[in-house]
Protein backbone atom coordinates (compact mmCIF):
# COMPACT_ATOMS: atom_id res chain seq x y z
CA UNK A 1 0.00 0.00 0.00
CA UNK A 2 1.52 3.14 -1.20
CA UNK A 3 -1.07 5.49 0.50
CA UNK A 4 -0.94 4.51 3.97
CA UNK A 5 1.78 3.43 5.56
CA UNK A 6 1.76 -0.25 7.35
CA UNK A 7 0.80 1.47 10.81
CA UNK A 8 -2.06 3.27 9.59
CA UNK A 9 -3.29 0.47 7.14
CA UNK A 10 -3.28 -1.53 10.34
CA UNK A 11 -5.87 0.74 11.93
CA UNK A 12 -7.73 0.09 9.44
CA UNK A 13 -8.41 -3.53 8.82
CA UNK A 14 -7.30 -4.26 12.63
CA UNK A 15 -10.91 -3.83 13.74
CA UNK A 16 -12.18 -5.54 10.32
CA UNK A 17 -11.68 -8.96 12.04
CA UNK A 18 -9.04 -9.45 14.72
CA UNK A 19 -10.18 -6.43 16.78
CA UNK A 20 -13.80 -6.29 15.30
CA UNK A 21 -16.32 -3.89 17.80
CA UNK A 22 -19.08 -5.87 17.67
CA UNK A 23 -17.41 -9.65 18.07
CA UNK A 24 -14.56 -9.23 19.81
CA UNK A 25 -15.03 -6.34 22.34
CA UNK A 26 -18.72 -7.35 22.48
CA UNK A 27 -19.78 -3.03 21.76
CA UNK A 28 -22.59 -2.00 19.96
CA UNK A 29 -24.69 -4.65 20.26
CA UNK A 30 -27.70 -3.05 21.02
CA UNK A 31 -27.77 -1.44 17.59
CA UNK A 32 -27.03 -4.90 16.36
CA UNK A 33 -30.04 -6.40 17.78
CA UNK A 34 -32.50 -3.86 17.51
CA UNK A 35 -31.91 -2.82 13.46
CA UNK A 36 -31.11 -6.10 11.87
CA UNK A 37 -34.31 -7.95 10.64
CA UNK A 38 -34.15 -6.67 7.46
CA UNK A 39 -30.85 -6.51 5.05
CA UNK A 40 -31.42 -2.88 3.94
CA UNK A 41 -31.76 -0.93 7.20
CA UNK A 42 -28.76 -2.59 8.08
CA UNK A 43 -26.69 -1.48 5.23
CA UNK A 44 -27.91 2.18 5.90
CA UNK A 45 -26.98 2.20 9.79
CA UNK A 46 -23.49 1.28 8.70
CA UNK A 47 -23.62 3.95 6.23
CA UNK A 48 -24.81 6.39 8.84
CA UNK A 49 -22.21 5.27 11.56
CA UNK A 50 -19.50 5.20 8.95
CA UNK A 51 -19.50 9.06 8.58
CA UNK A 52 -20.71 9.95 12.15
CA UNK A 53 -17.61 7.93 13.58
CA UNK A 54 -15.01 9.29 11.13
CA UNK A 55 -16.31 12.60 11.24
CA UNK A 56 -16.27 12.68 15.05
CA UNK A 57 -13.06 11.19 15.70
CA UNK A 58 -11.74 14.03 13.73
CA UNK A 59 -13.16 16.19 15.67
CA UNK A 60 -12.28 15.38 18.92
CA UNK A 61 -8.81 14.54 17.64
CA UNK A 62 -8.47 18.13 16.77
CA UNK A 63 -9.53 19.52 20.28
CA UNK A 64 -7.62 16.47 22.02
CA UNK A 65 -5.65 19.03 23.51
CA UNK A 66 -7.91 21.77 24.66
CA UNK A 67 -10.73 19.34 26.57
CA UNK A 68 -10.89 19.57 29.97
CA UNK A 69 -10.18 15.95 31.29
CA UNK A 70 -12.64 16.12 33.75
CA UNK A 71 -15.92 16.55 31.69
CA UNK A 72 -14.06 14.81 28.89
CA UNK A 73 -17.55 12.58 28.35
CA UNK A 74 -19.87 15.34 28.29
CA UNK A 75 -17.27 17.05 25.48
CA UNK A 76 -17.86 13.50 23.46
CA UNK A 77 -21.07 13.40 23.78
CA UNK A 78 -22.37 17.04 22.61
CA UNK A 79 -20.16 16.23 19.77
CA UNK A 80 -21.92 13.28 18.78
CA UNK A 81 -25.56 14.74 19.50
CA UNK A 82 -24.32 17.84 17.45
CA UNK A 83 -22.88 15.99 14.16
CA UNK A 84 -26.12 13.90 14.24
CA UNK A 85 -28.73 16.55 14.44
CA UNK A 86 -26.96 18.13 11.81
CA UNK A 87 -27.02 14.60 9.64
CA UNK A 88 -30.55 14.45 10.32
CA UNK A 89 -31.68 17.92 9.39
CA UNK A 90 -29.42 17.94 5.76
CA UNK A 91 -30.90 14.72 5.04
CA UNK A 92 -34.40 16.25 6.05
CA UNK A 93 -33.48 18.79 4.00
CA UNK A 94 -32.01 17.40 0.66
CA UNK A 95 -33.07 13.94 1.18
CA UNK A 96 -36.06 13.51 2.09
CA UNK A 97 -36.49 10.11 1.18
CA UNK A 98 -33.50 8.44 2.94
CA UNK A 99 -34.17 10.15 5.80
CA UNK A 100 -37.58 8.50 6.42
CA UNK A 101 -36.00 5.47 5.42
CA UNK A 102 -33.51 6.46 8.26
CA UNK A 103 -36.12 7.66 10.75
CA UNK A 104 -35.09 5.88 13.97
CA UNK A 105 -31.60 4.80 13.23
CA UNK A 106 -30.52 8.79 13.20
CA UNK A 107 -31.01 8.88 17.21
CA UNK A 108 -29.85 5.50 17.74
CA UNK A 109 -26.16 6.24 16.45
CA UNK A 110 -26.04 8.36 19.42
CA UNK A 111 -26.35 5.60 21.99
CA UNK A 112 -23.97 3.36 20.09
CA UNK A 113 -21.31 2.66 22.60
CA UNK A 114 -18.82 2.11 19.37
CA UNK A 115 -18.33 5.70 19.27
CA UNK A 116 -17.71 6.94 22.41
CA UNK A 117 -15.51 4.15 23.12
CA UNK A 118 -13.45 5.28 20.17
CA UNK A 119 -13.30 8.84 21.06
CA UNK A 120 -11.87 7.97 24.20
CA UNK A 121 -9.72 5.09 23.69
CA UNK A 122 -8.37 6.81 20.23
CA UNK A 123 -8.86 10.25 19.74
CA UNK A 124 -8.05 11.80 22.51
CA UNK A 125 -4.46 10.44 22.47
CA UNK A 126 -3.57 10.31 18.57
CA UNK A 127 -3.77 13.06 15.47
CA UNK A 128 -6.82 13.58 13.40
CA UNK A 129 -5.33 11.15 10.04
CA UNK A 130 -4.64 8.29 12.69
CA UNK A 131 -8.46 9.08 14.23
CA UNK A 132 -9.86 9.80 10.76
CA UNK A 133 -8.91 5.72 9.55
CA UNK A 134 -9.42 4.29 13.18
CA UNK A 135 -13.33 5.78 12.76
CA UNK A 136 -13.07 4.27 9.17
CA UNK A 137 -11.90 0.84 10.25
CA UNK A 138 -13.98 0.60 13.50
CA UNK A 139 -17.25 1.23 11.81
CA UNK A 140 -16.49 -0.90 8.99
CA UNK A 141 -15.92 -3.89 10.88
CA UNK A 142 -19.08 -2.97 13.12
CA UNK A 143 -21.07 -2.54 9.78
CA UNK A 144 -19.76 -6.11 8.27
CA UNK A 145 -20.97 -7.49 10.94
CA UNK A 146 -24.91 -6.10 10.70
CA UNK A 147 -24.83 -7.09 7.09
CA UNK A 148 -24.19 -10.46 7.72
CA UNK A 149 -26.73 -10.81 10.85
CA UNK A 150 -29.29 -8.63 8.61
CA UNK A 151 -28.66 -10.68 5.45
CA UNK A 152 -29.45 -14.02 7.72
CA UNK A 153 -32.49 -12.75 9.22
CA UNK A 154 -33.92 -11.28 6.51
CA UNK A 155 -33.44 -13.92 4.55
CA UNK A 156 -34.60 -17.05 6.92
CA UNK A 157 -37.38 -14.62 8.57
CA UNK A 158 -39.39 -12.87 5.74
CA UNK A 159 -37.63 -14.70 2.38
CA UNK A 160 -36.61 -11.78 1.22
CA UNK A 161 -33.28 -9.42 0.34
CA UNK A 162 -33.36 -5.74 0.45
CA UNK A 163 -37.22 -6.52 -0.01
CA UNK A 164 -37.38 -8.65 -3.29
CA UNK A 165 -38.80 -12.08 -2.84
CA UNK A 166 -35.95 -14.24 -3.51
CA UNK A 167 -37.04 -17.41 -2.18
CA UNK A 168 -40.74 -17.04 -3.60
CA UNK A 169 -43.75 -15.88 -3.14
CA UNK A 170 -44.93 -17.76 1.07
CA UNK A 171 -48.83 -17.38 0.01
CA UNK A 172 -49.16 -18.53 -3.73
CA UNK A 173 -47.07 -21.31 -2.61
CA UNK A 174 -43.96 -20.83 -5.42
CA UNK A 175 -40.60 -20.92 -5.33
CA UNK A 176 -38.91 -22.93 -2.65
CA UNK A 177 -42.36 -22.90 -0.44
CA UNK A 178 -44.13 -25.00 -2.82
CA UNK A 179 -41.73 -27.80 -1.10
CA UNK A 180 -43.36 -27.12 2.26
CA UNK A 181 -40.53 -24.52 3.28
CA UNK A 182 -42.07 -21.86 5.86
CA UNK A 183 -40.54 -18.93 6.91
CA UNK A 184 -38.92 -18.61 10.18
CA UNK A 185 -40.91 -15.76 12.50
CA UNK A 186 -38.23 -16.44 15.04
CA UNK A 187 -35.60 -14.75 12.98
CA UNK A 188 -37.19 -11.51 13.09
CA UNK A 189 -37.19 -11.49 16.41
CA UNK A 190 -34.06 -9.67 18.80
CA UNK A 191 -33.37 -13.13 20.09
CA UNK A 192 -32.32 -14.63 16.96
CA UNK A 193 -30.08 -12.08 16.43
CA UNK A 194 -28.21 -12.54 19.25
CA UNK A 195 -27.53 -16.52 18.27
CA UNK A 196 -26.54 -15.22 14.72
CA UNK A 197 -24.45 -13.41 16.61
CA UNK A 198 -22.99 -16.06 18.60
CA UNK A 199 -22.59 -18.29 15.76
CA UNK A 200 -20.57 -15.69 13.74
CA UNK A 201 -18.10 -15.09 16.72
CA UNK A 202 -17.86 -19.24 17.18
CA UNK A 203 -16.51 -19.40 14.16
CA UNK A 204 -14.08 -16.36 14.25
CA UNK A 205 -12.94 -17.70 17.43
CA UNK A 206 -12.37 -20.98 15.59
CA UNK A 207 -10.25 -20.05 12.80
CA UNK A 208 -8.09 -17.96 14.70
CA UNK A 209 -6.16 -19.35 17.08
CA UNK A 210 -5.29 -15.71 18.69
CA UNK A 211 -8.42 -15.88 19.64
CA UNK A 212 -9.19 -18.78 21.73
CA UNK A 213 -8.45 -18.34 25.32
CA UNK A 214 -8.03 -20.78 28.04
CA UNK B 1 2.49 20.69 38.24
CA UNK B 2 -1.42 21.30 37.53
CA UNK B 3 -2.17 21.19 33.58
CA UNK B 4 -3.59 24.33 32.25
CA UNK B 5 -7.05 22.63 30.95
CA UNK B 6 -7.56 20.67 34.39
CA UNK B 7 -8.57 23.82 36.55
CA UNK B 8 -12.38 24.20 37.52
CA UNK B 9 -11.83 28.00 35.99
CA UNK B 10 -10.91 26.31 32.57
CA UNK B 11 -13.16 23.82 32.82
CA UNK B 12 -16.53 25.58 33.22
CA UNK B 13 -15.15 28.42 30.67
CA UNK B 14 -14.82 25.49 28.43
CA UNK B 15 -18.21 24.05 29.23
CA UNK B 16 -19.97 27.95 28.40
CA UNK B 17 -17.86 28.10 25.46
CA UNK B 18 -19.14 25.17 24.10
CA UNK B 19 -22.66 25.61 24.62
CA UNK B 20 -22.79 28.55 22.65
CA UNK B 21 -21.02 27.48 19.84
CA UNK B 22 -22.88 23.87 19.76
CA UNK B 23 -26.35 26.01 20.35
CA UNK B 24 -25.69 28.78 17.71
CA UNK B 25 -24.23 26.40 15.04
CA UNK B 26 -27.45 23.80 15.58
CA UNK B 27 -30.01 26.60 15.54
CA UNK B 28 -27.74 28.45 12.06
CA UNK B 29 -28.45 25.22 10.99
CA UNK B 30 -32.14 24.64 11.79
CA UNK B 31 -33.23 27.90 11.13
CA UNK B 32 -31.46 28.04 7.28
CA UNK B 33 -32.90 24.57 6.44
CA UNK B 34 -36.07 25.31 7.63
CA UNK B 35 -37.90 26.44 4.82
CA UNK B 36 -36.72 23.24 2.60
CA UNK B 37 -37.83 20.95 5.44
CA UNK B 38 -40.87 22.08 5.70
CA UNK B 39 -41.61 22.27 1.77
CA UNK B 40 -40.40 18.64 2.09
CA UNK B 41 -43.21 17.80 4.53
CA UNK B 42 -45.79 19.63 2.48
CA UNK B 43 -45.22 17.88 -0.91
CA UNK B 44 -45.11 14.55 0.77
CA UNK B 45 -48.77 15.10 2.38
CA UNK B 46 -49.88 15.71 -0.84
CA UNK B 47 -48.09 12.28 -2.47
CA UNK B 48 -49.96 10.98 0.66
CA UNK B 49 -53.15 12.08 -0.42
CA UNK B 50 -53.10 11.21 -4.20
CA UNK B 51 -52.17 7.72 -3.34
CA UNK B 52 -55.05 6.95 -0.58
CA UNK B 53 -56.75 7.52 -4.22
CA UNK B 54 -54.81 5.67 -6.34
CA UNK B 55 -53.18 8.23 -7.81
CA UNK B 56 -49.45 7.12 -7.69
CA UNK B 57 -46.83 5.19 -9.74
CA UNK B 58 -46.80 2.21 -8.12
CA UNK B 59 -45.17 -0.91 -9.87
CA UNK B 60 -45.73 -4.71 -8.88
CA UNK B 61 -45.77 -4.72 -5.27
CA UNK B 62 -43.77 -1.51 -4.48
CA UNK B 63 -44.89 1.72 -3.48
CA UNK B 64 -44.35 4.31 -5.64
CA UNK B 65 -45.40 8.06 -5.14
CA UNK B 66 -46.13 10.27 -8.14
CA UNK B 67 -43.56 12.55 -8.63
CA UNK B 68 -42.50 15.55 -7.18
CA UNK B 69 -42.41 18.14 -9.37
CA UNK B 70 -45.76 17.06 -10.79
CA UNK B 71 -47.65 16.61 -7.51
CA UNK B 72 -48.84 20.00 -7.06
CA UNK B 73 -50.28 20.30 -10.28
CA UNK B 74 -52.17 16.80 -9.49
CA UNK B 75 -53.06 17.25 -6.58
CA UNK B 76 -54.91 20.46 -7.71
CA UNK B 77 -56.10 18.62 -10.43
CA UNK B 78 -57.32 15.69 -8.11
CA UNK B 79 -58.60 17.33 -5.33
CA UNK B 80 -61.80 18.93 -5.85
CA UNK B 81 -62.35 20.35 -2.88
CA UNK B 82 -61.07 20.53 0.98
CA UNK B 83 -63.47 21.18 3.76
CA UNK B 84 -63.06 21.63 7.41
CA UNK B 85 -65.72 19.89 9.67
CA UNK B 86 -66.32 21.61 13.00
CA UNK B 87 -69.50 20.55 14.68
CA UNK B 88 -72.79 20.83 12.28
CA UNK B 89 -70.19 23.67 10.55
CA UNK B 90 -68.95 22.88 6.94
CA UNK B 91 -66.18 25.35 5.40
CA UNK B 92 -64.37 25.34 2.71
CA UNK B 93 -60.29 26.14 2.68
CA UNK B 94 -57.56 24.85 0.26
CA UNK B 95 -55.40 24.59 2.91
CA UNK B 96 -57.29 21.95 5.29
CA UNK B 97 -54.69 19.70 3.83
CA UNK B 98 -51.86 21.74 5.97
CA UNK B 99 -53.77 20.97 9.28
CA UNK B 100 -51.60 19.55 11.89
CA UNK B 101 -53.88 16.64 13.32
CA UNK B 102 -51.74 16.43 16.32
CA UNK B 103 -52.40 19.94 17.25
CA UNK B 104 -55.69 19.30 17.08
CA UNK B 105 -55.98 16.14 18.90
CA UNK B 106 -54.34 18.29 21.72
CA UNK B 107 -56.74 20.83 21.46
CA UNK B 108 -59.90 18.35 21.48
CA UNK B 109 -58.62 16.60 24.54
CA UNK B 110 -58.48 20.08 26.36
CA UNK B 111 -62.20 20.57 25.50
CA UNK B 112 -61.79 22.76 22.83
CA UNK B 113 -63.53 22.17 19.07
CA UNK B 114 -61.53 20.38 16.93
CA UNK B 115 -61.14 20.85 13.34
CA UNK B 116 -61.85 17.65 10.52
CA UNK B 117 -60.33 17.75 7.99
CA UNK B 118 -61.64 16.26 4.77
CA UNK B 119 -60.29 16.38 0.53
CA UNK B 120 -62.88 15.86 -1.75
CA UNK B 121 -61.60 14.40 -4.72
CA UNK B 122 -63.46 12.13 -7.68
CA UNK B 123 -62.86 8.22 -9.16
CA UNK B 124 -64.49 6.85 -12.07
CA UNK B 125 -67.95 9.33 -11.63
CA UNK B 126 -68.04 8.76 -8.08
CA UNK B 127 -67.09 11.52 -5.22
CA UNK B 128 -64.10 10.25 -2.84
CA UNK B 129 -63.64 11.51 0.53
CA UNK B 130 -59.91 11.14 2.10
CA UNK B 131 -59.92 12.00 6.22
CA UNK B 132 -56.56 12.06 7.95
CA UNK B 133 -55.93 9.95 10.82
CA UNK B 134 -53.13 9.75 13.85
CA UNK B 135 -52.78 7.24 16.09
CA UNK B 136 -49.69 5.27 18.32
CA UNK B 137 -48.22 2.15 17.24
CA UNK B 138 -45.62 0.48 19.15
CA UNK B 139 -42.71 3.14 19.67
CA UNK B 140 -43.77 6.10 18.42
CA UNK B 141 -46.94 8.32 16.55
CA UNK B 142 -48.59 6.34 13.56
CA UNK B 143 -50.78 8.26 10.65
CA UNK B 144 -52.50 7.30 7.64
CA UNK B 145 -55.01 8.76 4.91
CA UNK B 146 -58.15 6.58 4.22
CA UNK B 147 -60.17 7.14 0.86
CA UNK B 148 -63.57 6.40 1.35
CA UNK B 149 -66.69 6.67 -1.01
CA UNK B 150 -70.05 8.35 0.80
CA UNK B 151 -70.87 4.70 2.22
CA UNK B 152 -67.70 4.85 3.95
CA UNK B 153 -66.63 1.70 1.75
CA UNK B 154 -62.58 1.75 1.85
CA UNK B 155 -61.16 2.83 -1.21
CA UNK B 156 -57.67 3.03 -0.63
CA UNK B 157 -55.23 3.68 2.61
CA UNK B 158 -51.91 5.43 2.72
CA UNK B 159 -50.57 4.29 6.37
CA UNK B 160 -46.82 5.88 7.73
CA UNK B 161 -45.22 6.01 10.89
CA UNK B 162 -42.39 7.11 12.80
CA UNK B 163 -40.27 4.91 14.26
CA UNK B 164 -41.78 1.41 14.16
CA UNK B 165 -39.50 -1.99 14.45
CA UNK B 166 -38.07 -2.72 10.46
CA UNK B 167 -39.13 -5.93 9.24
CA UNK B 168 -42.44 -5.84 11.72
CA UNK B 169 -44.51 -2.81 12.31
CA UNK B 170 -43.12 -0.95 10.07
CA UNK B 171 -44.42 -2.79 7.11
CA UNK B 172 -47.78 -0.97 7.70
CA UNK B 173 -46.57 0.98 4.56
CA UNK B 174 -46.08 -2.03 2.53
CA UNK B 175 -48.54 -2.76 0.14
CA UNK B 176 -49.23 -6.05 0.83
CA UNK B 177 -50.61 -4.10 4.30
CA UNK B 178 -52.43 -1.62 2.71
CA UNK B 179 -54.01 -3.06 0.13
CA UNK B 180 -56.35 -5.15 1.60
CA UNK B 181 -58.07 -2.28 3.27
CA UNK B 182 -59.23 -1.71 -0.76
CA UNK B 183 -62.80 -2.26 -0.48
CA UNK B 184 -63.39 -3.30 3.35
CA UNK B 185 -66.50 -1.43 4.92
CA UNK B 186 -66.95 0.86 7.67
CA UNK B 187 -69.64 0.21 8.67
CA UNK B 188 -71.34 -2.74 9.64
CA UNK B 189 -75.79 -2.26 9.55
CA UNK B 190 -75.45 1.61 9.56
CA UNK B 191 -73.38 1.00 12.31
CA UNK B 192 -69.41 2.58 12.63
CA UNK B 193 -67.67 -0.49 13.30
CA UNK B 194 -64.37 0.68 11.96
CA UNK B 195 -61.84 -2.46 10.57
CA UNK B 196 -59.74 -4.54 13.08
CA UNK B 197 -56.30 -5.91 12.13
CA UNK B 198 -57.10 -9.09 13.45
CA UNK B 199 -54.45 -11.88 14.38
CA UNK B 200 -56.53 -15.32 13.50
CA UNK B 201 -58.22 -13.83 10.72
CA UNK B 202 -60.56 -16.47 9.28
CA UNK B 203 -59.69 -14.70 6.32
CA UNK B 204 -56.16 -14.60 5.62
CA UNK B 205 -56.69 -14.05 1.75
CA UNK B 206 -59.32 -11.04 2.48
CA UNK B 207 -62.45 -11.97 0.38
CA UNK B 208 -64.66 -11.01 2.52
CA UNK B 209 -65.02 -7.21 2.26
CA UNK B 210 -67.83 -6.78 4.67
CA UNK B 211 -66.26 -8.84 8.19
CA UNK B 212 -64.27 -5.28 8.74
CA UNK B 213 -61.74 -7.00 9.46
CA UNK B 214 -57.93 -7.60 7.73
CA UNK B 215 -55.14 -9.42 8.23
CA UNK B 216 -52.56 -8.81 10.80
CA UNK B 217 -48.60 -9.00 10.33
CA UNK B 218 -47.38 -11.58 12.29
CA UNK B 219 -44.99 -9.97 14.94
CA UNK B 220 -46.34 -6.47 14.54
CA UNK B 221 -49.59 -6.96 17.39
CA UNK B 222 -49.29 -3.69 18.74
CA UNK B 223 -48.95 -1.57 15.78
CA UNK B 224 -51.66 -3.63 14.07
CA UNK B 225 -53.58 -2.81 17.36
CA UNK B 226 -52.63 1.03 16.64
CA UNK B 227 -53.61 0.99 13.25
CA UNK B 228 -56.86 -0.51 14.82
CA UNK B 229 -57.65 2.43 17.37
CA UNK B 230 -56.88 4.89 14.82
CA UNK B 231 -59.15 3.94 12.61
CA UNK B 232 -62.01 3.61 15.14
CA UNK B 233 -61.05 6.54 16.95
CA UNK B 234 -60.69 9.05 14.29
CA UNK B 235 -62.89 8.05 11.59
CA UNK B 236 -65.71 7.81 13.95
CA UNK B 237 -65.90 11.41 14.38
CA UNK B 238 -66.35 11.78 10.76
CA UNK B 239 -69.61 9.26 11.01
CA UNK B 240 -72.23 12.60 11.32
CA UNK B 241 -71.26 13.79 8.02
CA UNK B 242 -71.48 11.04 6.01
CA UNK B 243 -74.85 10.06 7.85
CA UNK B 244 -75.60 14.21 6.61
CA UNK B 245 -74.41 13.39 3.26
CA UNK B 246 -77.18 10.53 2.79
CA UNK B 247 -79.76 12.75 3.94
CA UNK B 248 -79.27 15.56 1.80
Known sequence: MGLLSKKDAKLITDPLADNNPITIQVLGICSALAITAELKASIVMAIAVLFVLAMGNVVISLMRNIIPSKIRIIVQLVVV??????????????????????????GLIITNCIIMGRFEAFALANGPWQSFLDGIGNAAGYG???????????????????????????????????????????MLLAPMALIVLGIIIWVQRSRNEALIED | MEKRTDKNSYTILFAIGMVFVVGAMLAFAASSLKGKIEENKRIEKQQNILYAIGVNENEEGSVQFIAKN???DVFSKQIKKQIIIQGNNVTEDANAYLIDIKKEQTNAKAGKARKLPLFIGEKEGKAIYVAPI??????DAIWGYVAMDKNMVVQGVYFDHKGETPGLG???????????????????????KGITVAKGNADPKNIDKTDNEVDAIAGATITGDGVTAMIKSELKLYVPYFKNLKTN
Open chain 2, 134 to 139: RGKGLW
Open chain 1, 81 to 106: AALVIVVDLVLKAYAYDLSKTLSVFV
Open chain 2, 170 to 192: ANIKQRFFMDDFTGEHLMKNQIF
Open chain 1, 144 to 186: IILIIVGFFRELLGSGTLLGYKVLGDPIEKTGVYAFGYENNGF
Open chain 2, 70 to 72: KVA
